[in-house]
């Protein structure tokens, strides 16, 4: 870990303790990827803005009950799933409807100095159409896990399912897209971690 890069759990304990310092290192540290994971379960990026908000504002509220945790970026997105499907069957929707029925929207930002040539950038456009094959509960454990780098078990947890769910999930998605996949399967392996 780089020496300019807090670690989580020292900012976790410090913000529960009633600094404000360090819970504004966990706002800055964690807002962009709360937002890239909402964006994707709700296209409504004020929505989904006000749902952050909404999280760090009650953390900072029961900041003395707020339970201890290694895992705050998981601990974060998990909240935020939770806060927009909740926050959305308040307006009338059905909670399990929208558990079922949400998109989960997948895009490349594709790094110039990473794919540079044209056939790279074909492959990058073949996995994107590919991943947007996929159902959204493939899609969202792929971000989940390539992405957040999250575990097996913490996917289960963001989710709302259980353990074996995501491994099935899993399994089907990478199988759907190896079948499909018309390239090297070691470029499919460094492009996955590219969805943003």
């Not at 079922?100 to 100095?113: A, P, R, T």
């Not at 399994?171 to 969805?195: S, T």
Request: hydrophobic share 40%; charged share 25%; proline share 2%.
């Amino acid at each position: 870990m780089k020496a300019d890069i807090p670690d989580d759990g020292l900012l976790w304990q410090r913000f529960r303790s009633g600094d404000p310092d360090a819970f504004d290192q966990l706002v800055q540290l964690h807002y962009q990827s709360l937002f890239r994971y909402g964006i994707r379960l709700d296209a409504d990026d004020e929505y989904i803005k006000d749902c952050i908000q909404d999280i760090f504002v009650e953390l900072w509220q029961r900041r003395q009950t707020v339970r201890e945790t290694e895992f705050v970026k998981f601990y974060l997105l998990k909240s935020l799933r939770r806060r927009i499907f909740r926050g959305r069957a308040k307006w009338g929707a059905n909670w399990e409807s929208l558990q079922e029925n949400y998109q989960f929207e997948v895009e490349f930002s594709i790094e110039s100095q990473l794919i540079t040539t044209e056939a790279a950038h074909n492959q990058a456009h073949q996995l994107e159409v590919l991943m947007n094959q996929l159902s959204r509960r493939q899609k969202e454990v792929i971000f989940l896990k390539f992405y957040q780098n999250l575990t097996h078990e913490q996917i289960a947890e963001v989710m709302g399912v259980n353990r074996q769910s995501v491994y099935n999930v899993l399994h089907e998605a990478l199988q759907k897209l190896r079948n499909a996949w018309q390239g090297d399967m070691a470029f499919l392996l460094v492009l996955l971690p590219l969805i943003v």
